[in-house]
């Protein structure tokens, strides 16, 4: 039988990654629920606060603000960065090994949904200088 809390997952219900640019609560991922082709979960970027530019060799990744406003930076395929002003319902298509990079610009909080694909790119942030580890409900 299916475990139901492996599949309706909520982002207060799972450990999260913390940084001091903000945290991401992995809630699809084949260490949480068996996914095998992609994972993801919720970011939450405090105000003036955003990830640097980096990239994920070999994947993919869909970015979809959920709340607030921000830049995205995207590089093209000749390395040129493009840059958007984003807001909420807007999604950010990241081919695969593109660098990227978020900023919140708002005045509050900015909330993401990110998947990556395949799995894995995101376990690589355990080995950032300034990862913890935030126990869930916290």
Known sequence: MTDKSKIFVYPKDVSAFGFD?????LTVAPEMNGA???SGGVVDLPSGKGHTRHNHPGAEEIIFVISGHGEQMVEDEKGIPMVEKVGPGCTIYVPESRFHSTLNTGDGPMQLFVVY???GPELVLRELPDFRLIPAGQ
């Open 21 to 25: 640019w903000g945290k991401l609560a």
């Open 36 to 38: 095998t082709r992609f």
């Open 117 to 119: 694909s395949p799995a």
